[in-house]
């Protein structure tokens, strides 16, 4: 078998991620409608990955956030979205690189994504290391339901 020059399981890859990118362009222009939401996993020390230390330190690996109801200043660029959530009562603006995505669902129509976390992926993200911010965001689960970590498989198709 000749060897794969062209990386197809990578263009794949990147495909997949415009299909996320441009579902929350969608909803950054438009708004969610019609049930629509999404649940994002990502790994929280990814290249890029801008979060406040509390959440960092809380969720040192991956996290998964909701966007539904609550949720403020959607903004989508090429390599990451920002977006602004209430933890414990207080306004946290995330930045998240698609390279650092994980998953990425739509429930409300039984639609996922998986990403296999590639290292290669994410050196494609921005060089940066993650930003910190000095806000407190403790018990988190508590002020935003919606936004604790759910496993996805019950959204697959088995």
Known sequence: MAQDLFHYDKMVETALRGVAREALARAARD???????FYV???????????????LAKYPEDMTIVL????????????AFSVTLSFSNRMERLTIPFAAITTFADPSVKFGLQFEPHSEALSDASAAPPATSSHAAENHEAARPEAEIVTLDRFRKR
């Open 31 to 37: 708004g969610l409608r019609g049930g629509h939401h």
């Open 41 to 55: 996993s990502f790994r929280t020390g990814a290249p890029g990955v801008v979060l406040p230390s509390q959440i």
């Open 68 to 79: 539904e109801h609550q949720f403020w200043g959607l903004e989508v660029g090429d390599a």
